[in-house]
């Protein structure tokens, strides 16, 4: 969550930044206003307390003398009424300010585009070509029927939709990509591999914004109160919860050295109110398999390190020799987390369209702040580190572009040299027989 000192001290330039990410200046005010509250109660109840430590011991002068201390005791039981009363009181309006300051996003970083929606997005840059062929390029469902790798049907029957099968050389091809990703990852850029859990519970949700936010578009177990992920930023940032980086017990962060972590893990997404967009096949999907990289870092590098994140996402889709494009994205598309958002789209000519893989985000401190996740620096202070996550990448879409963007005239899929080591060293997918 943001720092309440914002909120507290700079409460017009604040409210201004927030009403960029659609956040109404009545929720702000009620944020300040019960901090307000807040202080004021922390404030009488300590001068009440003071109050009562006095009255106490004039009881004792009073008793010692031989004095009437009926009075003054009746004063110590009201002063402690009072203050139980204020306990109680200050209980609901910490509460209160705790669900309201978690319902509100990120600062936006001053740079980037401010809209409502994609449309506002910057397109920063392009990369790699395309050329249509001679040949016309089906779609990823009519491309996999052919080579027999996706069964959607059988999907729906065991599942239900937005759960597709992957057969065969394509189930082969999946595990390729994750393992391709992987080792890019850790052996080119310097990242350490987990696996961690694919459920966890509500404190981590909580942690890295989810929740409360977004309830309603994930799975949640009721008998135990787990939730399966919906991406493995998750449990991989609260790997750090309530740590201290120290370079003693844990890594030390410094701005030349941040802490990176990679996961594979399957995602799970209810996707509510998503019903009609882009749904079909593996375009918007309801389990599907990604690798994430997150980063702990130095506050004073934070945004420069966005920056080398996206090129080590951007790494996986040039060694796939695959055409794709980098959004800034503006103030009303960001996820509710982020100070500053980029998107790696691919270009998928069957579906005529670009396609999200990829969203790099850097998040300040404000999952810190959540996590309590911190760092000690050069002079020895304790402060809160700054995180980001990327995908390296989302494999639902990346497959649907690898197979559009590498069709063949003959209906083969041409396998980018890349993972040919992956796949026992084949160069193609080939069309089953009839």
């Given at each position: ?24 200046k ?7 206003d019960?901090?307000a509250?807040?202080r004021s ?7 009440l307390?003071?109050?009562?430590n006095?009255a106490?011991?004039?009881?004792g ?6 004095g ?5 005791k009746?004063e ?8 139980a009363e204020?306990d109680r009181e200050?209980?609901?309006v910490?509460?209160?300010?705790r669900?309201t300051?978690?319902?509100i ?13 994609s449309?506002?997005?910057k ?6 070509e ?7 390029i089906?779609d990823?469902?009519q491309?996999g029927?052919k080579?027999?790798i996706?069964d959607?049907p ?17 189930a ?8 391709y ?9 310097g990242?350490?591999?987990m696996l961690?859990p ?5 404190a981590?949700?909580?942690g890295t ?6 309830a309603e ?6 008998a135990d109160?787990f ?5 493995a ?7 750090y ?12 962060i410094?701005p ?10 399957p995602?799970?997404?209810?996707e ?13 999907v ?14 004073d ?9 996206v ?5 996986i ?11 800034m ?7 509710f987390?982020a100070?500053k ?14 396609l999200e893989?990829?969203s ?5 401190d ?5 996590l309590?996740c911190?760092?000690k620096?050069?002079d020895g202070?304790?402060k ?22 590498h ?9 980018p ?15 089953i027989?009839?």
């Amino acid at each position: 969550m943001i720092d309440i000192k914002k909120i507290r001290e700079d409460f017009e330039n604040t409210a201004a930044q927030l009403a960029r990410r659609g956040v109404e200046k009545e929720t702000v005010e009620k944020a300040r206003d019960l901090d307000a509250k807040r202080r004021s109660l922390l404030g009488e109840t300590e001068s009440l307390k003071a109050k009562r430590n006095s009255a106490s011991k004039e009881i004792g002068a009073l008793a010692k003398a031989g004095g009437d201390i009926a009075a003054a005791k009746a004063e110590v039981r009201a002063i402690g009424d009072r203050i139980a009363e204020i306990d109680r009181e200050l209980a609901q309006v910490e509460t209160d300010l705790r669900e309201t300051m978690l319902m509100i996003p990120n600062l936006p970083a001053p740079e980037i585009p401010t809209g409502p929606d994609s449309s506002a997005n910057k397109v920063v840059r392009f990369v790699g070509e395309w050329k249509d062929p001679a040949y016309p390029i089906p779609d990823h469902m009519q491309i996999g029927e052919k080579l027999g790798i996706f069964d959607f049907p059988r999907g729906v029957k065991l599942t239900g939709t937005g759960f597709p099968i992957i057969l065969g050389q394509g189930a082969k091809l999946q595990r390729a990509l994750i393992q391709y990703m992987l080792d890019v990852h850790c052996q080119q850029q310097g990242y350490t591999e987990m696996l961690p859990p694919f459920m966890v519970n509500t404190a981590s949700m909580t942690g890295t914004g989810q929740l409360p936010k977004f309830a309603e578009d994930l799975y949640h177990s009721n008998a135990d109160d787990f939730w399966l992920i919906p991406t493995a930023e998750v449990p991989v940032t609260n790997f750090y919860r309530d740590d201290i980086f120290d370079g003693v017990k844990l890594p030390k962060i410094t701005p030349e050295s941040p802490v990176k972590l990679t996961a594979y893990t399957p995602c799970f997404r209810r996707e509510a109110g998503s019903a009609g967009k882009m749904t079909r096949g593996m375009l918007r999907v309801h389990q599907f398999d990604k690798v994430e990289m997150v980063n702990f870092v130095h506050p004073d590098t934070s945004f420069q390190q966005l920056e080398t994140l996206v090129k080590e996402a951007e790494a996986i889709l040039t060694g796939l020799g695959l055409h794709f494009r980098v959004l800034m994205l503006c103030s009303g598309d960001m996820g509710f987390s982020a100070a500053k958002c980029y998107d790696l789209e691919l270009w998928a000519p069957g579906e005529k369209q670009w396609l999200e893989v990829s969203s790099c985000s850097c998040f300040t401190d404000y999952q810190a702040r959540r996590l309590n996740c911190r760092f000690k620096d050069a002079d020895g202070k304790t402060k809160l580190v700054h995180t980001l996550n990327g995908s390296g990448v989302a494999l639902p879409r990346l497959m649907v572009a690898l197979l559009e963007q590498h069709l063949q005239e003959d209906g083969s899929v041409l396998l980018p040299e890349a993972i040919r080591p992956y796949m026992g060293g084949i160069d193609r997918l080939a069309p089953i027989k009839q």
